[in-house]
């Protein structure tokens, strides 16, 4: 995608003006990564009316489970939308340590982008969005486990803290807490929301929150039971609701929805076909008072709950009644009444207090719909530097024929100018402006990013972000408005907004970041004897006219030279590729490498990673400029390989960083390439899921393995999301779901004079220390009789699987499965994975 910037040209509609101390007010508050689309979300008539049905509505729904994807979308759908009570997901984490099906982002990155497909998610299906602070550490198969890296008191504290704040009539579990659910983080986040409808209504558990919250007590809690794969929990007996239903305003069913929904779901392949009709979801009360029909049965979902409220309630199906589709603007005077009477609610009742709040910004939202008041804010750049000036262009549009006038626009918390500018009908007025930012202003990164953090847990220090999705904009433009005789404050977050010559008009967030950054080629530099090897360091401006100097430093025992440090870059945007020198002593212990700028007597040491897809808003995250320096004693035979891609992954870089000469085949290389050159050929990880053309070329590699070739073939998944696309092996075996989640779990030798544990290297225990998150995944069962097994390995009471690494003869050649975490291994640096994984390359061929 272009990140050129381009201002849409207004023509004669534009109204042009400069107010003479126009100050924009920009609240300090966090850096927010915003949607791709606009802020005005425009509604039509058809969500007007189901706003105002919404508006009428009081109650709310909290979903609890573990990751992203885990949520029951058609069911969040016909809360929001059919009940139309205020619905929420809280997922305990974002999903960091799960697979992606679509780039090679893994970890911290893979969470960044879950949370975005979450967020697309809840703005299809009309439910909100919260986290807590764990951290997704991979599959994990008990509770047990789960809880030794989440910090259990840590997490049912931002549980408890998400109910306090939402305030759910009823709480529903996607899993149950006996361990149906599978995962291990599943059967823990039912544990959690257990535990936590009593603790949030108890003054002694975490009062430390009940300066900012009240407690709370829901009604009851469900355990939304299922029928996946060959695990039915449902059953005759437990509470059915009929799901499926058609909401005419919205036009579609919300099976429907829930597929658009879950859909969003990209990374993990979760595209979903849209059901049509009856669609019954069951429930199994936990705790709290029984019901027989409904899992809202018993709870006034009207203003009526309240005691004397019931005026508001009229007000609102007065306002339905007589709502014209054609004209909403004629509602506005009936608004203003009910934005009137719900603003003179009294504070002192803390539930009513809650949903006065709730319901001014749903009326907020509703007013602005009717009047076709668009308010926006936009840089020509997408990034800002502290303490430099921003371009700004403020764009105010009545497009119905409303009374309203903007009385002020403020900005940077200066002193506010007025006005009294009446908008004319569909007259776009511009405002631009220059302002300087503030010297003190953050960079922008995602809050649970700024500090370390454990294997299982984020580390945030400001509690009052603790559950939020994202962070809110540091950058916000403040609108006074007047519609009638009602004043209004509205905020808008300063975008960047440009057009793609293919894509059209093009949203992004606005950036705050260090006058430069600076990126280290590999995250890990990986030595196998003590040679020099050259590395490249990829200096970025932000800013005009950066000049300066880059240093380096290394770990003891590592020597780090830089031939020309220095650098000049004339022009924001513009980049220099710095060459480095580093080499090992001999007995050398692995360490690291830093790098800082030094800019005008400042230094700089922030890397910034970019994510772009076209399915979510622009990320990215800044971190400190810190490489691994990894020493391998390894020994290696063949220099020439090949790779054929998958879903994603980094072994490329890995295999070519200890001196593999590595082709990339692609479709066509494939079908025209003579594969003989080659000593092996390596398949990325899903490759088999992702490529249907393997088939076509299933002889072609089969017979590069008669002839004496090593084909290698990383994890694939078998299953109705992952299913295998092509045969694989020269002899039937199935992918099962079998894994070792735990990456310490002792590795045992079951064919210990095998080549591969060998030649060229000999593999022994020791090879199997310092793995991270997993041994294996998706191991190979129902093995024919040609293939030999080499290891076997186990989680804790478990049998053993002899499925994550098995090999077939194939003529001169060798076939290999490997279910072994290979893909997270090698990036990481650890030694034994690469000697393990040469060896796998080394195979001898066949007499």
């Known amino acids: 995608m272009s990140l050129a910037s381009a201002f849409i040209h207004f023509k004669n509609l534009v109204k042009t003006m400069k107010l003479n101390s126009i100050i924009l007010v920009l609240h300090l508050l966090v850096f927010s990564i915003q949607p791709i689309l606009s802020q005005n979300n425009t509604l039509n008539s058809s969500e007007i009316i189901q706003g105002l049905k919404k508006l009428n509505t009081i109650g709310s729904v909290l979903y609890i489970a573990a990751h992203p994807d885990d949520e029951n979308t058609r069911l969040l759908g016909y809360l929001a939308n059919e009940k139309k009570v205020r619905t929420g997901y809280l997922s305990l984490t974002r999903g960091d340590g799960g697979q992606n099906l679509i780039g090679k982002e893994q970890g911290e990155l893979l969470g960044l982008i879950r949370t975005q497909e979450l967020l697309a998610a809840r703005r299809v299906d009309g439910a909100e969005q919260f986290f807590t602070r764990a951290n997704d550490f991979g599959y994990s198969k008990t509770p047990e486990e789960t809880f030794s890296f989440w910090s259990k008191d840590s997490i049912l504290a931002d549980v408890v803290l998400t109910i306090r704040r939402f305030k759910p009539d009823v709480i529903i579990c996607r899993f149950p807490s006996t361990g149906e659910g599978g995962h291990g983080h599943h059967t823990a986040s039912a544990i959690l929301a257990l535990e936590a409808f009593d603790a949030a209504a108890d003054p002694k558990r975490f009062p430390e929150q009940l300066t900012q919250v009240q407690t709370w007590q829901a009604k009851r809690i469900f355990w939304n039971t299922f029928n996946f794969g060959s695990t039915n929990t449902t059953s005759p007996d437990q509470l059915k609701v009929d799901v499926g239903l058609f909401n005419p305003l919205l036009g579609k069913s919300y099976g429907e929805i829930s597929a658009e929904s879950r859909s969003c779901h990209k990374s993990q392949g979760f595209g979903s076909a849209k059901q049509r009709g009856t669609n019954i979801e069951y429930f199994k009360l936990l705790k709290g008072d029984s019901v027989k029909s409904d899992v809202l049965e018993g709870i006034s979902l009207s ?63 509703l007013l602005l719909a009717c009047s076709g008041l668009w308010l926006e804010a936009f840089s020509p750049e997408y990034i800002g530097i502290p303490g430099q000036e921003v371009n700004l262009t403020v764009q105010v549009l009545n497009r119905n024929k409303s009374n309203v006038k903007l009385t002020k626009i403020s900005y940077l918390n200066q002193s506010d100018t007025t006005c009294q500018l009446t908008l004319k009908t569909n007259d776009l007025y511009t405002f631009k402006r220059k302002e300087k930012l503030p010297e003190s202003l953050p960079y922008s990164n995602p809050y649970w990013l700024n500090e370390d953090h454990s294997i299982g847990f984020y580390t945030v220090k400001n509690e009052n972000l603790i559950g939020k999705p994202e962070n809110e904009s540091l950058t916000k433009v403040t609108f006074g408005i007047t519609i009638e005789d009602l004043a209004l404050t509205i905020e808008r977050n300063l975008v960047h907004k440009y057009t793609d010559p293919v894509k059209g008009e093009i949203y992004r967030p606005f950036e705050i970041l260090p006058p430069v950054t600076v990126n280290i080629q590999e995250k890990v530099f990986v030595f196998t004897d003590t ?47 710095i060459e480095a020198t580093v080499s090992a002593t001999k007995n050398v212990t692995n360490g690291y490498l830093t790098a800082a700028l030094k800019v005008n007597n400042q230094s700089y040491s922030k890397s910034i990673k970019r994510i772009e897809y076209d399915h979510i808003p622009y990320q990215f995250a800044l971190s400190n400029a810190k490489a691994g320096l990894i020493y391998i004693d390894l020994k290696k035979t063949d220099a ?21 000469n590595v082709t990339v085949l692609s479709d066509e290389l494939l079908t025209n390439e003579n594969l003989s050159k080659y000593s092996a050929i390596v398949t990325g990880v899903r490759a088999y899921n992702t490529s249907e053309r393997l088939q076509v070329h299933y002889n072609k590699l089969m017979d590069y393995v008669k002839n004496g070739g090593n084909l290698i073939v990383q994890y694939n998944t078998n299953n109705r999301i992952g299913p295998v696309k092509a045969k694989i092996g020269p002899y039937p075996f199935t992918i099962s779901r079998d894994r070792v989640t735990d990456e310490k779990a002792e590795v045992k030798f079951i064919n210990e004079k095998h080549s591969v544990l060998n030649t060229p290297n000999k593999i022994t225990a020791k090879d199997f220390e310092n793995w991270i998150q997993e041994r294996g995944i998706y191991f190979a069962t129902e093995l024919d009789k040609q293939y030999e097994t080499i290891l076997a390995m186990n989680d804790a009471n478990e049998k053993p699987s002899d499925g994550s690494l098995i090999i077939a003869k194939h003529g001169k050649g060798n076939f290999v499965y490997t279910g072994l975490a290979f893909f997270r291994e090698l990036p990481a640096g650890i030694p034994g994975a690469y000697r393990l994984f040469v060896n796998l390359l080394s195979l001898p061929q066949n007499k």
Not at 335 to 360: D, G
Not at 538 to 549: C, E, L, Q, R, S
């Open 303 to 365: 203003w009526g709950r309240f005691k004397g409220l019931e005026k508001i309630e009229s007000l609102i199906n007065d306002c339905i009644t007589k709502f014209n589709p054609q004209n909403p603007e004629n509602s506005l005077n009936a608004l203003i009444a009910i934005y009137k009477q719900i603003s003179s609610l009294p504070e002192s009742n803390t539930e009513i207090s809650y949903w006065k709040k709730q319901k001014l910004k749903e009326t907020e939202t």
């Open 531 to 577: 040679k020099p090897k050259n590395i490249s360091l990829t200096i970025k401006a932000n800013t005009a006219n950066v000049n300066g100097k880059l240093e380096l430093k290394g770990s003891e025992g590592w020597s780090i030279s830089i031939a020309n440090p220095e650098f000049k870059l004339l022009n924001k945007g513009d980049e220099a590729i």
């Open 640 to 660: 020439n390989i090949a790779y054929i891609p998958g879903a994603g992954d980094d072994v490329t870089a890995c295999l070519k960083q200890i001196g593999y």
